[in-house]
């Protein structure tokens, strides 16, 4: 009954910390893909299960000293708790200082490799002058792509990124690094194993809380949003109750991980549901786009979802030749079907998109909003009916 509970107390508190977004780890070298909570995405990283009833979310700087004391601490705790903590490594470089904010990037440019630990490492062990010249001596140090972590160094890729969590940071009171908040209870500076213990105790409901200890009351849950999807590829009748509308990307392996799922559910509820997809290709998947243009030519012709699916069961093949084939497979007037692959209104919708889903905190895929509500990552059958039933019955 406790681990029951907890487990319930762990869920409410991630998904009502939508100001914490959960970015994902790496499940292999060139993509940035959760395998615990089942989303691709790009942004900050993550040590420890997602079903963690304790989430710690750790703004850091690389070029603090107490930063990189306190998140060794940190990581020392959790062997203690292997099972019980999740901590989230957000950005809080010092904006007067250039190399403080370009250490951040580094490491946002080695996660899209695959290395963010690596380079975070290299980071927290060598704080001292860090040009650019350094930086790319760690990079070959962990083996990057340096040409390809150069350029986005130069081009400052991914900085609003980071400059986006020091805002969103600010907006919670944060004001220095490091600063942790465990299950909401904040915590700032070098804090002792002693501290992490108490905090984390308070939060497994094992010890009772700390006068001294500050507590941020969690925010409210997120608002139901609107999202209009009429133009959208969809599926199922246009006046169902329930309408699912899904960010995908058809590069993401937990994206078509999914799609058996989805399928399912328009085989239960063929009236009261409709699924509408929207095109969400992540930068470091660089097959998506073409695919991405692909469908949109398809549904022109009134197959979308056939050459959706023929994308999805060969993620590994999707070449333009590849992607002729499956048109032809699929019975398009390949002629229209050529012509309509540099339609440029095709790139203006997915753009379109993309900004949308990112208005709505869309960080990784697929993320899915069921009558509003945001539901992330390639979740069982069994929680979107759980949803379903919820909005069928109001």
């Known amino acids: 009954m406790r681990a029951k509970t907890l ?7 991630i998904s009502v910390i939508l100001l914490l977004p959960i970015y994902p780890i790496h499940a292999a070298e060139g993509t940035l893909c959760n395998l615990e909570s089942g989303t691709c995405g790009v942004g900050m990283a993550v040590k420890g299960s997602d079903q963690a009833p304790v989430t710690i979310i750790a703004y850091t700087d690389f070029l603090s000293p107490v930063s990189s004391k306190a998140v060794t601490t940190l ?12 901590v989230v490594l957000k950005h809080y470089p010092s904006l007067t200082n250039d190399e403080s904010l370009l250490a951040h990037e580094a490491a946002v440019a080695a996660e899209t490799q695959g290395k963010f630990w690596e380079m975070h490492d290299q980071l927290l062990t060598h704080q001292g002058k860090l040009t650019q010249e350094t930086l790319q001596g760690f990079a070959r140090q962990i083996k990057l792509d340096i040409q390809k972590f150069q350029k986005t160094l130069e081009t400052h890729s991914y900085k609003k990124i980071i400059l986006k969590q020091v805002q969103e940071a600010k907006g919670f009171g944060v004001t220095t690094a490091p600063t942790f908040f465990v299950n909401g209870q904040k915590l700032v500076g070098a ?10 105790d308070v939060a497994l409901g094992i010890a ?22 009429k133009e959208s590829a969809s599926i199922g009748p246009d006046d169902a109750p329930v309408v699912i509308v899904e960010y995908s990307d058809f590069q993401c392996p937990f994206c078509a991980r999914v799609v058996p799922t989805l399928k399912k559910i328009t085989e239960k509820y063929p009236k009261q549901v409709r699924i509408a997809f929207k095109h969400f290709p992540l930068d470091f998947h660089p097959k998506a786009k073409p695919a991405h243009i692909a469908a949109m030519a398809a549904k022109e012709q009134g197959k979308f979802w056939e050459m959706h699916d023929r994308i999805f069961e060969h993620q590994s093949e999707m070449s333009e030749e590849h992607l002729a084939a499956y048109a032809k497979e699929i019975g398009l007037n390949m002629d229209q079907f ?15 998109n993309i900004a949308e889903g990112r208005q709505l905190g869309v960080t990784g895929t697929p993320t899915f909003f069921v009558n509003g509500k945001r539901l992330v990552g390639a979740k069982p059958f069994e929680a979107f009916v759980e949803i379903i039933e919820e909005e069928l019955k109001k």
Do not use: C, H
């Open 7 to 13: 487990r319930k107390i762990g869920a409410w508190i």
């Open 75 to 86: 990581y020392t705790m959790m062997k203690s708790y292997p099972d019980d903590i999740r």
């Open 191 to 200: 804090r002792s194993l002693e501290n992490f213990k108490q905090a984390i």
């Open 208 to 229: 009772p809380p700390s006068p001294s200890q500050p507590v941020v009351a969690p925010p409210a849950p997120a608002a139901i949003v609107k999202i209009d999807s």
């Open 338 to 352: 050529k012509k309509s692959l540099n339609n440029t209104e095709y790139q203006k919708e997915m753009e379109q």
